[in-house]
T-cell receptor, first 111, second 113 residues
Framework: QKEVEQNSGPLSVPEGAIASLNCTYS??????FFWYRQYSGKSPELIMS????GDKEDGRFTAQLNKASQYVSLLIRDSQPSDSATYLC???????????FGKGTKLSVKP | GAGVSQSPSNKVTEKGKDVELRCDPI?????LYWYRQSLGQGLEFLIY??????PDKSGLPSDRFSAERTGGSVSTLTIQRTQQEDSAVYLC?????WGDGYTFGSGTRLTVV
C-alpha cells in the first residue's frame, strides 16, 4: 500500500514566522510531488510542484525534495493569517496515474 | 472553460436512490480524476481517465459506483442505491497530462438521508 504521511497538526505559528510542513512517502518510484492548500469548506488549490531533488522557490513558498530520504517539505516565509489552512502533500508514483494524498497538516497563523 | 465545473454543488437524496454527478474539465486537459472527501478525512481516489484509454477504476469502493467520460471531455459519476456512508464531498479534477498537478472543481456535497 503506497502511503503519504503528514503530521495532522495543528501547527501554530505567529504572524511573520516561518512555517515548516513535512511529508514522507513510501513509494521509491515516485516522480512528481505537489503541495495543495485547502481552506475550510473549499476544494484543494495547487500551490507548488517539485520533480527533482533540491529546493524550488515561488514567492514566499519553498518546496524541498529529498528522494533518498523520501521526504518533501514546504516552507512558508513571513506567514500571514491568510495562510491558515490545511496543507496537503500529494505524490504521483511511476506506476499509477493518480496522485496519492496525505491527510494534511492544519496550519494556524496567529496575528 | 476557465476552470473545472461540477454540478450540482449540493445534492440531498434518500437512501436507495441513484444519483449522477457531473464534471466538465478544463478544455484541452486529457486527464480527469474523481476523488471523495468525507468530513475530516483525506482525499480518497475513485477513478481516473486518461485520453481514450480504459479508465483506472481501482479506487471505486463498490460496484454501485460507476463513471464514464464522453468524447474525452465531460464525465459523469453515478452512484446506485445510495447508502448513508456515501455522504461526502465528491471532487473532480483535471490535468493537462498524466503526471501534472491537478486543478480541482468546487465539488458536489452529497448527503444521503
Amino acid at each position: 500500500q503506497k502511503e503519504v504521511e503528514q503530521n495532522s497538526g495543528p501547527l501554530s505559528v505567529p504572524e511573520g514566522a516561518i512555517a515548516s510542513l513535512n511529508c514522507t512517502y513510501s513509494d521509491r518510484g515516485s516522480q512528481s510531488f505537489f503541495w495543495y492548500r485547502q481552506y475550510s469548506g473549499k476544494s484543494p488549490e495547487l500551490i507548488m510542484s517539485i520533480y527533482s531533488n533540491g529546493d524550488k522557490e515561488d514567492g514566499r513558498f519553498t518546496a524541498q525534495l529529498n528522494k533518498a530520504s523520501q521526504y518533501v517539505s514546504l516552507l512558508i516565509r513571513d506567514s500571514q493569517p491568510s495562510d491558515s489552512a490545511t496543507y496537503l502533500c500529494a505524490v504521483n508514483s511511476g506506476s499509477q496515474g493518480n496522485l496519492i494524498f496525505g491527510k494534511g497538516t492544519k496550519l494556524s497563523v496567529k496575528p | 472553460g476557465a476552470g473545472v465545473s461540477q454540478s450540482p454543488s449540493n445534492k440531498v437524496t434518500e437512501k436507495g436512490k441513484d444519483v449522477e454527478l457531473r464534471c466538465d474539465p478544463i478544455s484541452g486537459h486529457t486527464a480527469l480524476y474523481w476523488y471523495r472527501q468525507s468530513l475530516g478525512q483525506g482525499l480518497e481516489f475513485l477513478i481516473y481517465f486518461q485520453g481514450n484509454s480504459a479508465p483506472d477504476k481501482s479506487g471505486l469502493p463498490s460496484d454501485r459506483f460507476s463513471a464514464e467520460r464522453t468524447g474525452g471531455s465531460v464525465s459523469t459519476l453515478t452512484i446506485q442505491r445510495t447508502q448513508q456512508e456515501d455522504s461526502a464531498v465528491y471532487l473532480c479534477a483535471s490535468s493537462p497530462h498524466w503526471g501534472d498537478g491537478y486543478t480541482f472543481g468546487s465539488g458536489t456535497r452529497l448527503t444521503v438521508v
